[in-house]
């Protein structure tokens, strides 16, 4: 049975990639992970009882418990979820994101080089470690083209710029120390247990609750959606036939302005979950001061990921914005536990007048 430690186990992807190893693939997870507010146990309550799964709460940047964990379970591969992910936190509290995703990433890696320095023979030959990353890296498109593996970063976010580093990291200890490393970078990720600070979850909630639905700007502000089964299925694909110290970009081919995907919710909603009043909830809508910063397109080329690996996106975004909506309506209790009360669902990312004015 192969053992994989996985970092950020508890969060939205990681969560369903731990799931997706343990059901689908057969593996021993051994899943670190902080429980940071976006981090929930509760996330993975079907595979709790599982022997397969080990969870150790715990830092990525504890270098002596990273270490302990390599040498008591010896894991095959290491698949680092771990991160500050929200670009509007990012902008209230930049250094969490330095710290986690910069200084953690650091720490991470020392303690992976050293274990794999001590391999011998076939188990260090075997040995993987795989960097998720953001698409966020490389800054902002205009009306049309797309990132490439080869486009320059020009991260415009602290949480960004973070991602950006831990990327440089991961790249030079590769290849200055040999670490059999590969990196991934993601569009959007939408689907189950996403905690409902992103658009998606954010607007499903606020609508069934009666809510005004925020719209940042005019809505036009382009992304590509990937749905997060999707996403771990390419990653699975990476760690067992990616190119060591290759980078592969990860897409969902699905090209929407932020309008577009809160107009097909409510109109999902509308069908599923009518309001009470019997009106759309279209009506509940409203336009807010754009984010500072505001990247106007991401697109991504996973060209390179389709024609190596035979990786491609099985859902549509009408198909996975269907399933996500049915697995919210389904799954209010989880949405109650995830919420303690420290994060309500308001406006991030505000400064002086802004804050004061909640624009």
């Not at 009470?276 to 984010?291: E, F, L, M």
């Not at 505001?294 to 389709?306: E, F, N, P, V, W």
Request: overall charge negative.
């Amino acid at each position: 049975m192969k053992t994989i430690l996985v970092t950020g186990g508890a969060g939205f992807i990681g969560s369903n990639f731990v799931r997706q190893s343990i059901m689908d693939n057969g593996c021993r997870v051994i899943n670190l992970d902080k429980l940071t507010y976006a981090g929930n146990l509760k996330s993975l309550a079907d595979v709790a009882d599982d022997v397969r799964h080990v969870f150790v709460k715990g830092d990525i940047g504890d270098r002596g418990l990273v270490r302990y964990l390599l040498q008591n379970y010896k894991p095959e591969a290491v698949v680092n979820f771990a991160a500050e992910s929200h670009v509007d936190r990012s902008i209230d509290g930049p250094g969490e994101f330095i710290q986690t995703n910069v200084v953690g990433t650091f720490g991470l890696l020392e303690a992976v080089r050293h274990y794999w320095e001590s391999l011998t023979g076939v188990e260090r030959d075997a040995f993987r470690f795989l960097h998720v990353s953001t698409d966020e890296v490389y800054g902002s498109l205009g009306p049309e083209g797309f990132f490439t593996e080869t486009t320059p970063y020009a991260p415009n976010s602290p949480y960004s710029a973070s991602k950006a580093a831990s990327d440089h990291l991961v790249r030079a200890y590769r290849h200055t120390y040999g670490l059999p490393a590969l990196t991934t970078n993601c569009s959007n990720n939408y689907g189950p247990y996403q905690f409902p600070e992103k658009l998606i979850p954010l607007m499903i909630l606020n609508a069934l609750e009666g809510k005004p639905l925020p719209v940042y700007g005019d809505g036009r502000n382009v992304r590509d959606w990937l749905f997060v089964t999707d996403h771990c299925k390419a990653i699975q694909a990476v760690l067992d036939k990616g190119k060591l110290g290759a980078t592969y970009n990860v897409g969902g081919n699905n090209e929407k302005t932020n309008l577009e995907v809160v107009h097909a919710l409510c109109d999902l909603l509308d069908e599923l979950s009518p309001s009470a009043g019997g009106n759309s909830y279209r009506a509940q809508i409203t336009y807010v001061a754009d984010r500072r910063g505001h990247d106007y397109r991401y697109a991504i080329d996973s060209t390179k990921l389709q024609g190596e690996l035979g990786w491609s996106p099985q859902e549509t975004f009408a198909t996975g914005l269907r399933k996500t909506v049915q697995w919210y309506l389904h799954n209010g209790a989880w949405c109650r536990a995830v919420c303690d009360g420290s994060y309500r669902r308001e406006r991030l990312g505000l400064q002086g007048a802004e804050r004061e004015g909640q624009l």
